[in-house]
């Protein structure tokens, strides 16, 4: 088996770590300084300066739209020529959106390319590819349990020439944003059909009328604005029927194809996270003395550091063979893997952070270093796109049913 990276994904990793270099890393006080200053002067959910001074040096530098396999919209690179490119940009959690390879848009984008009509893509797609608008993608609901999606309650309900949208929905990641112009609400059109046929995705505008943000959702104190994860109230919105996705009862089969490549894009930043984590631990512990001798010298320190290199680079190796057995074989060919990588990259990068926490001691904890932020989205992720106990379930059931009579 050949574990190289093909040419094209070294020349791009050549780009993007020079970029991170010149642009990103020295400049992650400024973001948060630009946080604080905003949310002082009370706009607290304004667009980060840096970050749009950043995007056209990206374009510049052809790392644009990189996540997106189709060479029409996209680099045309495969899941794994990618996977090494998500992994450098997820070392620091905002450098993604600097690339327009930030969630949820390229999920949202992906359901476009792959479903939308050719009007659609160029009412949201193509502005979307420019990075000139933002999404959201409202389907976790606070009234039932998500994590089994046919529990989703929210309406959508035909209406002459229209659909007509009721719901509530929360966790909706980028509706904060003030660029956010277009969102993807998941809902059932028919509740007396099949199960797995009651659902379906729509395009509701931000600035619909009946759509109202009720509130940001702290992560571990967090809001993560400007972006933020927003409860949003959908109340008798009326958009075209031209807005419904694919056709009424095809919402998990538009949720498989999203979600797939979002998951692997998830692990494959979580892989960058902990290599950032290990290298802020093996840096403080070199420069600190406890009772007697450098921190590093301890022996638990060098056992956490051992495993923790061990751990990162099972995790790529998984998440790697993922990304392949979705280029040769597709998505649901490989959901066993996707739904192990799932499992194991935020638990991997949990342990890998909190293990850099606990060596910084009091400085890990608080916003003198990033590893409590890191810590807050690594441990969401166990969350999001699925819990680990819906992804070991289906793990489990694939492999009984090698076995079954």
């Known amino acids: 088996m050949d574990f190289d990276y093909s040419p094209r994904t070294k020349e791009l990793q050549a780009k993007l770590r020079a ?19 905003n949310t002082r002067a009370g706009k607290r959910w304004t667009p980060l300066q840096l970050i749009e001074e950043l995007k056209p040096k990206a374009q510049a530098a052809g790392l644009w739209n990189l996540f997106l396999p189709e060479s ?8 794994q020529e990618y996977a090494p490119l998500a992994e450098i940009m997820g070392r620091v959690p905002w450098a993604s959106e600097v690339f327009n390879c930030s969630a949820p848009d390229t999920g949202n984008m992906e359901v476009l390319v792959r479903y939308g009509t050719p009007e659609q893509k160029k009412q949201w797609l193509e502005p979307l590819l420019a990075g000139k608008i933002r999404s959201a993608f409202a389907m976790t609901e606070p009234e039932v349990a998500s994590s089994d999606a046919t529990n989703i309650c929210a309406r959508i309900e035909r209406d002459g020439d229209g659909y007509v949208i009721n719901g509530r929905k929360w966790w909706t990641s980028g509706a904060g944003d003030p660029r956010c112009k277009i969102m993807i609400f ?3 059109t028919d509740p007396g059909a099949p199960k797995h046929q009651q659902q379906s995705m ?15 959702l702290n ?11 927003m409860e949003v ?3 008798n919105v009326r958009v075209p029927a031209s807005n419904m996705l694919l056709g009424e009862g095809r919402g998990f089969e538009i949720a498989q194809g999203r979600l797939g490549p979002g998951r692997i894009h998830h692990c494959m930043r979580l892989i960058g996270l902990a290599e950032r984590s290990l290298e802020l631990m093996c840096k403080r512990v070199s420069t600190r003395v406890a009772f007697g001798k450098p921190i590093a010298a301890q022996t638990v320190t060098q056992e956490r550091i051992a495993e923790a290199r061990c751990l ?8 790697l063979k993922a990304a392949w057995m979705m280029d040769v074989a597709g998505n649901k060919a490989a959901k066993a893997e996707i739904a192990m990588i799932k499992v194991v990259a935020p638990s991997m990068a949990c342990k890998v952070i909190d293990w850099a926490i606990q060596a910084h001691g009091g400085a ?3 916003d003198d270093f990033p590893l409590a932020n890191y810590y807050a989205g690594a441990r969401t992720l166990r969350l999001a796109d699925g819990p680990d106990e819906v992804h070991r379930n289906s793990i489990a059931k694939m492999e009984l049913g090698r076995y079954a009579q």
């Open 186 to 188: 998941m809902g059932k």
């Open 202 to 216: 729509i395009l509701v505008p931000a600035d619909a009328p009946g759509v109202k943000i009720l509130r940001p």
């Open 364 to 366: 890990g904890v608080c």
């Open 233 to 235: 109230l959908f109340e």
């Open 219 to 229: 992560v571990f104190g967090y809001d993560d604005a400007p972006h933020g994860h």
């Open 312 to 319: 990162i680079e099972q995790a790529r190796l998984l998440t």
């Open 72 to 79: 029409e919209y996209g680099a045309g690179l495969t899941n």
């Open 19 to 37: 970029f991170m270099d010149e642009h990103i890393y020295p400049n992650e006080g400024r973001y948060w300084a630009e946080i604080e200053a």
